[in-house]
């Protein structure tokens, strides 16, 4: 088992900033990689971010390349969402995944799941 905890959600005016992190426990070797998921009120969960766990490649969502960025810290089992020029647009609960394999955009394809942090942007 692999567990997944997010942190580092809030309220920010559009324009700003913030940082999640998710720290990942357990058989953190089965991992093959990390994505970012988000899901708005009324709508599916989507795919953000990804990356990979013993490899750089990185891949975002249209909506947010350009403003997001994915990175890990492999010593500290921590992978972090780097936000910047939020919109009221990127409100939804950020949830942070791993995956064994699959393709790194599928929600199915993530085996273990954190219990998600809340992104408000104000208008």
């Known amino acids: 088992q692999v567990q997944l905890v997010e942190s580092g959600g809030g309220l920010v005016p559009a324009g700003g900033s913030l940082r999640l992190s998710c720290v990942a426990s357990?058989?953190?070797?089965?991992?093959?990689?990390l994505g970012w998921f988000r899901q708005a009120p009324g709508l599916e969960r989507e795919f953000v971010a990804a990356?990979?766990?013993?490899?750089?490649?990185?891949y975002y969502a249209d909506s947010v390349k350009g403003r997001f960025t994915i990175s890990r810290d492999n010593v500290k089992n921590t992978v972090y969402l780097q936000m910047n020029s939020l919109t009221p647009e990127d409100t939804a609960v950020y949830y942070c995944a791993a995956r064994e394999s699959g393709y790194y955009y599928r929600p199915p394809s993530y085996k273990y799941w954190g219990q998600g942090t809340q992104v408000t942007v104000s208008s």
């Open positions: 990356t990979g766990w013993h490899s750089d490649t990185t």
């Open positions: 357990g058989r953190t070797f089965s991992i093959n990689g």
